[in-house]
């Protein structure tokens, strides 16, 4: 008998309801116990759930997951070689595996919406038919991405940015590869908590101009070993008072005694041809 996994691998994906994606009875059972830790939680209010999937869903998702050139993923903050960030970024669901497209289509339904507004107490909240920032990200050894403040303004919708969903999809990954998901106090003197990337853990978070987070450290996972995430924000037609500020881009912060060691490199980057910066990866492929 072929098992559901084997196959996803080649999957031209049936059409599934987006209940069959959503853990229901799971979310109906623990959502006031969630939204309690949720408000309690430090720096900021967040929560990190283990297995939040059906596992096979998850290990579908990621046997379909596109590798670094299977698909047309943005490089420009690979390639650039930034100091703030260095990943791979997909952002337009048609380009998406039919999978993954039917996967993320359930965590912006009216369904899991409704589900984020219990736990997190953010009413009205609306998902990003565009993605911006968020879809498919995938990191390679030695990418990271500094400690930052998200943007707070949809640049389309126009709407104020207010939930971050995180979705880590990594089988096997070991702690001294690095790459968790540090949480920062608002002064950026202090990290108060880290979630390792680790398959079936989701992460949710409010975001302001103070929810500090990142993982800033380059990733020592074995070459070929990717950091793969799908990233989901959610929106709302206006915000409490206390949370405004004038629109802004991400906000990168430098942790205490962090020395940025690409200064030099990065003031050259407006004076080289865009093709020198990419060479080295053409070599390695």
């Known amino acids: 008998m072929v098992s559901s996994l084997q196959r996803a691998v080649s999957v031209e994906a049936e059409p599934f309801g987006v209940k069959s994606f959503l853990p229901i009875k799971k979310m109906a059972q623990h959502g006031d116990q969630w939204a309690q830790q949720y408000r309690d939680n430090r720096p900021f209010p967040h929560i990190g759930i283990d297995d939040f999937f059906d596992d096979d869903i998850i290990r579908t998702v990621v046997a379909n ?66 993605l911006s920032g968020g879809g498919l990200h995938m990191i390679p050894r030695g990418g990271r991405l500094a400690i930052h403040a998200d943007f707070n303004t949809h640049r389309e919708l126009r709407l104020d940015r207010r939930l971050n969903l995180l979705v880590y999809l990594n089988h096997d990954w070991q702690e001294e590869w690095g790459g968790a998901l540090e949480l920062w106090d608002k002064d950026v003197k202090t990290k108060e908590k880290a979630y390792l990337p680790i398959a079936n853990r989701i992460v949710v978070f409010t975001t302001t101009d ?60 407006p004076f080289v041809p865009p093709i020198v910066w990419q060479l080295p990866r053409l070599f390695r492929k």
Not at 86 to 99: I, N, S, T, V
């Open 210 to 269: 103070t929810a500090y987070h990142g993982h800033p450290d380059p990733l020592t996972s074995p070459k070929g070993k990717y950091r793969r995430s799908i990233a989901l924000y959610y929106y709302t037609n206006g915000r409490p008072e206390e949370e405004r500020s004038a629109d802004h881009t991400t906000i990168f912060k430098m942790r205490p005694n962090e020395v940025r060691r690409r200064r030099v490199l990065d003031m050259m980057k």
């Open 65 to 130: 997951y596109p590798g670094e050139y299977d698909a047309s993923w943005d490089r420009r903050f690979l390639d650039a070689g930034t100091y703030e960030e260095q990943k791979l970024g997909l952002a337009r669901l048609e380009d998406f595996p039919p999978y993954i497209q039917q996967f993320v289509n359930a965590l912006n339904s009216r369904v899991f919406v409704e589900f984020l507004e219990k736990l997190t107490g953010i009413q009205g909240l609306i998902p990003d038919p565009y």
